[in-house]
């Protein structure tokens, strides 16, 4: 069993940053990968960022290439994504989930546990 709580999210112009944490509880890192998906009104769930089954890469969709990294802290079961250089377009609600070695990690429905969600609006 796990617990995901995200955190961080706010309103925010155009241009600034935001840093969304994760906290997990339970068996987190060793057992499950979790990554960052996000919906915005209307429109499916999508990825935003992850790491590979083996943890060892990391990969962004496209269009929050090169302004969004994810990163972790296992001491603290914590996952992060640092936001940069935000859109009007960035405007969703982030969620974290958490999978047992997912076999495509872009797919929400690989996911076993997610978490509530953190409302993230840019302005322009």
């Known amino acids: 069993q796990v617990t995901l709580a995200e955190s961080g999210g706010g309103l925010v112009q155009a241009g600034g940053s935001l840093r969304l944490s994760c906290a997990a509880s339970?068996?987190?890192?060793?057992?499950?990968?979790i990554n960052w998906f996000r919906q915005a009104p209307g429109k499916e769930r999508e990825f935003v960022g992850g790491?590979?089954?083996?943890?060892?890469?990391?990969y962004y969709a496209d269009s929050v290439k090169g302004r969004f990294t994810i990163s972790r802290d296992s001491a603290k079961n914590t996952v992060y994504l640092q936001m940069n250089r935000l859109k009007p377009s960035d405007t969703a609600v982030y969620y974290c989930?958490?999978?047992?070695?997912?076999?495509?990690?872009?797919?929400?429905?690989?996911?076993?546990?997610w978490g509530q969600g953190t409302q993230v609006t840019v302005s322009s």
């Open positions: 339970g068996r987190t890192f060793s057992y499950y990968l």
């Open positions: 989930a958490a999978a047992n070695s997912p076999f495509d990690i872009t797919r929400p429905g690989v996911y076993d546990y």
């Open positions: 790491f590979s089954r083996s943890g060892g890469k990391t």
